[in-house]
């Protein structure tokens, strides 16, 4: 054993500790490189004949386990529809049930005229225009990216330049979710676009979607909305 002098072990501690800290920073918060656009999608988030593989998913596409406004919501032949038209409130949809950790497939469409929307999770609804929580965003500039409403704001930026690349607009795009602790990783259509420990964030909520409030119209559809609740 190494008798050091209090103050020089003092500072090699500090330092230590700075180290640790600044790397743990580092990890948590970088955004994984992307430019490439390469593909990494987890098996779980694969998706055959509109089902993701595996077991334990559950359909979240019933109106037992959502909740809806009729005027701008309706679930027909397992297809959930929205249409939101210069409203001064946003207009949510989202499930009766809380959930803390799980994975999450999405299968959506969205058009319109400057439509903005986003697939929300861990939102802690007042009523159907306010539900502070993420939103794993859809719109001009922020598809992608990962949104804290009536909270944080923009978490997680992703390039507007990349999206382009990735979104099929006016067609189905998927978003594969994990959420996991304060741990949020998100693929849209097989590219990681979210990867970003967020020590504020909710670590439970309910999971929904956004019909955006303003001056556009948005129109968005969902043929595909499974859940599957990590242990």
């Not at 948590?28 to 694969?46: M, W």
Request: with cysteine.
């Amino acid at each position: 054993m190494c008798n050091y002098p209090k103050q020089s072990l003092l500072s090699k501690l500090s330092a230590i500790v700075f180290f640790l800290s600044v790397c743990a920073t580092t990890t948590a918060f970088a955004q994984r490189d992307t430019s490439e656009l390469k593909v990494t999608l987890p098996a779980a988030g694969k998706m055959i004949n509109g089902k993701p593989a595996g077991k334990g998913w559950v359909n979240l596409l019933d109106t037992t386990a959502l909740n809806l406004e009729k005027q701008y919501w309706q679930l027909n032949n397992g297809i959930l529809h929205g249409d939101c038209n210069n409203q001064n409130q946003h207009h949510y949809s989202y499930t009766k049930k809380v959930y803390t950790d799980f994975e999450l497939n999405v299968m959506i469409k969205m058009t319109g005229d400057e439509a903005n929307s986003g697939v929300c999770i861990r939102i802690h609804p007042t009523d159907f225009d306010n539900a502070p929580g993420y939103q794993v965003d859809m719109g001009k500039g922020y598809w992608g990216s990962l949104w804290e409403e009536r909270r944080a704001s923009m978490v997680q930026k992703y390039p507007e330049e990349l999206s382009a690349k990735l979104v099929k607009a006016g067609d189905w795009n998927h978003y594969y979710i994990i959420a996991k602790g304060h741990h949020i990783e998100a693929w849209l259509n097989g590219v990681k676009t979210i990867d970003i420990i967020h020590a504020g964030g909710f670590l439970d909520g309910n999971i929904g979607i956004q019909l955006c409030h303003g001056q556009k119209h948005t129109i968005v559809d969902v043929k595909a909305m499974y859940v599957r609740e990590l242990k």
